[in-house]
């Protein structure tokens, strides 16, 4: 408690500092906007690529519920794994290779373990096995490659 006059006196003459300009900002938020602004420019690079393999996924499943034989299928996830492994060149394997190649290029291996029979001899005799779960495997395979 303040007892002499002087000194209350003095206190009411002062007023309370003005508030902070807004502009210009303080230096974090400079860094945010650079930071924002970097990670705007990432997105914007990397969008049409990640747009166009949502796309091609797409339109694959697509065509893959389409598919009503083994041979379909087989022809389906040969074409996919054209357009996603140009350079490994997957046109020319067949057989084990060809099991070997998706299981290879899978995230989850053994899609492929109890079909692949199914899936090397379908160009050549007809399917046997069930042709649901190869659609279900090569569903599976598109999903985790493309």
């Given at each position: 408690m303040?007892?002499?006059?002087?000194?209350?006196?003095?206190?009411?003459?002062?007023?309370?500092?003005?508030?902070?300009?807004?502009?210009?900002?303080?230096?974090?938020?400079?860094?945010?906007?650079?930071?924002?602004?970097?990670?705007?420019?990432?997105?914007?690079?990397?969008?049409?690529?990640?747009?166009?393999?949502?796309r091609r996924r797409r339109r694959l499943i697509s065509a893959l519920e389409a598919c009503t034989d083994a041979a379909e299928v087989s022809q389906l996830l040969r074409a996919?794994?054209?357009?996603?492994?140009?350079?490994?060149e997957p046109a020319g394997l067949h057989g084990a290779a060809w099991v070997e190649f998706l299981e290879a290029r899978d995230a989850r291996p053994g899609r492929f373990a109890a079909l692949g029979a199914a899936l090397t001899e379908a160009p050549y005799r007809p399917a046997r096995g069930d042709p649901d779960a190869l659609r279900a495997a090569a569903r599976g395979w598109l999903r985790a490659v493309l």
């Open positions: 303040i007892t002499d006059p002087d000194l209350a006196a003095q206190l009411r003459a002062l007023h309370p500092p003005s508030a902070p300009p807004w502009w210009p900002p303080a230096p974090g938020w400079w860094l945010a906007l650079i930071v924002a602004a970097a990670l705007a420019a990432l997105a914007w690079r990397a969008a049409p690529k990640w747009w166009r393999r949502l996919a794994a054209l357009e996603r492994f140009p350079k490994d």
